[in-house]
């Protein structure tokens, strides 16, 4: 049993300064500026300076996500009713093609939501898909 203890504390201290020791390089080249770091206020400030602008575009599936964790969140959200059909509905539209995510109907967001989409905006495809009009 003693040798357990000292074996475990041995791999237990290596794994403590290796910790240590990549922390050290991390301060060290940061302090003598071999890594040049940038800090910015808020991501407004880092997407003015960034190249890709499609960096800070949402996923497709945004809407759905947020529809699921409005109902995780509110208090008039039954999460024993609600929460197995939202789950459906972000599940079928990560499952979907670019472009024609589905189209059913939210369970708990609104217009005066950021993340709402217009079913109006969605049309549907010739094999019965729905998309979204951009």
């Not at 301060?27 to 300076?49: F, H, K, L, P, W």
Request: hydrophobic share 40%; glycine share 6%; net charge negative.
């Amino acid at each position: 049993m003693e040798d357990f203890q000292k074996l475990h504390s041995r791999r237990l201290i290596s794994i403590c300064r290796g910790i240590a020791g990549v922390l050290l390089v991390g301060c060290v080249s940061v302090m003598t500026g071999i890594v040049d770091v940038q800090i910015y206020n808020n991501e407004v400030d880092y997407a003015r300076e960034a190249m890709d602008k499609d960096k800070f575009k949402p996923h497709r599936c945004n809407d759905r996500l947020a529809d699921m964790l409005e109902v995780i969140e509110a208090e008039d959200g039954n999460a024993w009713r609600d929460l197995r059909p939202s789950f459906r509905n972000w599940w079928a539209c990560m499952r979907s093609a670019e472009g024609a995510e589905p189209a059913m109907p939210y369970l708990m967001l609104t217009a005066k939501d950021k993340q709402y989409i217009d079913p109006a905006s969605r049309t549907v495809r010739e094999d019965g898909v729905q998309q979204l009009n951009t």
